[in-house]
């Protein structure tokens, strides 16, 4: 089975160390697992991590969601870049 996670980041706080251990336990099972996330880099990404962004795009998503009040809508490139992923990869979940 092949499992595609999407989150905020791939590493830090509640949601991060969810995603980590769904991650190890269905790499354990035999499960083939792939991890995207918004892409900061003051952390290092493993071979199974893909960040959609890095983090001067995050600074310009944030940015831009204050001036114009869209939370949401300013990572065009980002979103792209997903469905390419998701396309390419055709996971049998995507787990959000």
Same mark, same amino acid.
């Given at each position: 089975m092949k499992v595609i996670q999407i989150n905020g980041n791939a590493y830090r706080g509640s949601t991060g160390k969810i995603v980590r251990q769904l991650h190890d336990m269905l790499k354990a099972n035999?499960?083939?697992?792939? !991890?995207v996330c918004s892409g900061n880099k003051e952390i290092s990404l493993d071979?199974?991590? !893909?960040?959609?962004?890095?983090?001067?795009? !995050?600074? !310009?998503?944030?940015?831009?969601?204050v001036l114009s009040g869209q939370a949401g809508f300013n990572s065009k490139k980002a979103t792209q870049r997903l469905i390419k992923i998701l396309e390419t990869e055709k996971p049998d979940i995507v787990h959000l």
């Open positions: 035999g499960d083939e697992c792939i !991890v071979d199974d991590t !893909v960040a959609l962004s890095n983090r001067i795009g !995050v600074k !310009v998503h944030q940015v831009l969601s």
